[in-house]
């Protein structure tokens, strides 16, 4: 057997880590909430917490063309993919957007609710799954811009196919590159504006370009030196380009993204993440990883409202041990409820759609 599994379970593994340090980064600031301001003492840990969508865009397009590769192929493959994507998608972004105009609508009276992404003229958007297409900050749950784009990018896949398998190594540069270009664009002449990248244009490159770089990885796999490499002198290739990038140009962080495909190509080809103590709690952050990605806000929401309207309509702030606590006693109710989400209505939703009664045997990496 290949060494990428029909569960691709290093990866896995892989977004555990991934959706555990976006959801951590976010807690971290809370702004994007609300006013609520908690100063927690390893908050510089967790400032790199666009890398987290990054790899989930990569493994992404790396597990699309794992699966639906050679299915694709098959006369009448298209219906079933597009209703396995909708599966993956739709039921549980439908759900947390109701759910948080309800949160909306019941704190509204009590606490003062400005963000404009509240606009209820920009619900609709939402609904629909475009809040992150149409160039503006409309997502009302915040997180929700990078589902947009991962519908974008399983509308592009099949056609994407015939050069994916002709020239993944072209696909591949030519995804990072413009992705890249885009964040050295960004980091230069709009530093204080990253929101650029989370919807418009910007976004659509940074998604689909990441995208159908996981997916030409996937291609290349099939090069026996390719599976050589990701244990060994490729990812010191990909850290050398990492490097010199960011020397020349003076933005380190801009070529941050290429800590994606590196990390993609360290996990799958060495299969270190599964030999950890915590490897267990490592799966279980892969398996529901989409649900934390979509609920976590909704915590961030009722937490910072309900703070806000016990401080007298002010929103708080809070340092040391009660920023402390205020964090880790989101991440457990984050953990709690993404659980029960995967089993009760994620993967439950997905096997309704989808006409089965069992598990999908190759995971996809949709965040």
């Given at each position: 057997?290949?060494?990428?599994?029909?569960?691709?379970?290093?990866l896995?593994?892989?977004?555990?880590?991934?959706?555990?340090?976006?959801v951590?980064?976010h807690?971290?600031?809370?702004?994007?909430?609300s006013d609520?301001?908690?100063?927690l003492?390893?908050?510089?840990?967790l400032?790199l917490?666009?890398?987290?969508?990054?790899i989930?865009?990569?493994l992404?397009?790396?597990?699309?063309a794992?699966?639906?590769?050679?299915?694709?192929?098959m006369?009448?493959?298209?219906?079933?993919?597009?209703?396995?994507?909708f599966?993956?998608?739709?039921?549980l972004?439908?759900?947390?957007?109701?759910?948080l105009?309800?949160?909306?609508l019941?704190?509204?009276?009590?606490v003062?609710?400005a963000?404009?992404?509240?606009?209820?003229?920009?619900?609709?958007?939402?609904i629909?799954?475009?809040?992150?297409?149409?160039?503006?900050?409309?997502?009302?749950?915040?997180p929700?811009w990078?589902?947009s784009?991962?519908?974008?990018a399983?509308?592009?896949?099949?056609?994407a196919l015939?050069?994916?398998?002709?020239?993944?190594?072209?696909?591949f540069?030519?995804?990072?590159?413009?992705t890249t270009?885009?964040?050295?664009?960004?980091r230069?002449?709009?530093?204080?504006?990253?929101d650029?990248?989370?919807?418009?244009v910007?976004?659509?490159?940074?998604?689909?370009?990441?995208?159908?770089?996981?997916?030409?990885l996937?291609?290349?796999w099939?090069?026996?030196?390719?599976?050589?490499?990701?244990s060994?002198w490729?990812i010191?290739?990909?850290?050398?380009?990492?490097?010199?990038g960011?020397?020349?140009?003076?933005?380190?962080?801009?070529?941050?993204?290429?800590?994606?495909?590196?990390?993609?190509?360290?996990?799958?080809?060495?299969?270190?993440?599964?030999?950890?103590p915590f490897?267990?709690?490592?799966k279980?952050?892969?398996d529901i990883?989409f649900?934390?990605?979509?609920?976590?806000?909704?915590?961030e929401?009722?937490?910072?409202?309900a703070?806000?309207?016990?401080?007298g309509?002010?929103a708080?702030?809070f340092?040391?041990?009660?920023?402390?606590?205020i964090?880790?006693?989101?991440?457990?109710?984050?953990l709690?409820?993404?659980?029960?989400?995967?089993?009760?209505?994620?993967?439950p939703?997905?096997?309704?759609?989808?006409?089965?009664?069992?598990?999908?045997?190759v995971?996809?990496?949709?965040?």
């Amino acid at each position: 057997m290949s060494q990428v599994s029909q569960r691709l379970d290093s990866l896995d593994y892989l977004r555990g880590v991934a959706a555990f340090y976006v959801v951590a980064h976010h807690l971290s600031e809370f702004q994007y909430a609300s006013d609520l301001h908690i100063d927690l003492p390893f908050r510089k840990l967790l400032v790199l917490g666009f890398l987290g969508v990054d790899i989930f865009f990569v493994l992404s397009g790396f597990v699309m063309a794992h699966g639906y590769r050679e299915r694709l192929r098959m006369p009448g493959a298209l219906l079933p993919y597009a209703r396995a994507r909708f599966a993956r998608l739709a039921p549980l972004h439908f759900l947390t957007t109701l759910i948080l105009l309800a949160i909306v609508l019941a704190m509204s009276s009590r606490v003062p609710i400005a963000l404009p992404r509240f606009d209820h003229t920009w619900l609709g958007w939402n609904i629909l799954n475009l809040q992150g297409i149409i160039p503006n900050q409309s997502n009302w749950n915040y997180p929700s811009w990078s589902i947009s784009f991962e519908m974008v990018a399983y509308i592009l896949f099949p056609a994407a196919l015939v050069l994916l398998r002709k020239h993944p190594g072209v696909v591949f540069a030519l995804g990072m590159a413009t992705t890249t270009i885009f964040y050295v664009w960004i980091r230069r002449y709009h530093p204080t504006d990253f929101d650029l990248t989370t919807y418009g244009v910007g976004a659509l490159v940074r998604s689909v370009g990441l995208f159908m770089a996981g997916a030409a990885l996937r291609e290349l796999w099939d090069v026996p030196v390719t599976r050589k490499l990701a244990s060994g002198w490729g990812i010191y290739a990909l850290l050398f380009i990492w490097l010199v990038g960011a020397i020349l140009t003076g933005l380190p962080k801009a070529w941050m993204t290429w800590i994606a495909p590196i990390g993609l190509l360290w996990a799958q080809g060495s299969g270190w993440l599964k030999r950890l103590p915590f490897a267990p709690v490592l799966k279980w952050l892969g398996d529901i990883s989409f649900s934390i990605y979509l609920i976590h806000a909704l915590v961030e929401y009722t937490v910072g409202g309900a703070l806000t309207a016990w401080n007298g309509g002010t929103a708080p702030h809070f340092a040391g041990a009660p920023a402390i606590g205020i964090f880790a006693g989101c991440i457990a109710l984050i953990l709690l409820l993404g659980t029960l989400s995967f089993r009760y209505i994620e993967r439950p939703a997905q096997n309704l759609i989808n006409g089965r009664n069992r598990r999908q045997p190759v995971t996809a990496a949709s965040l």
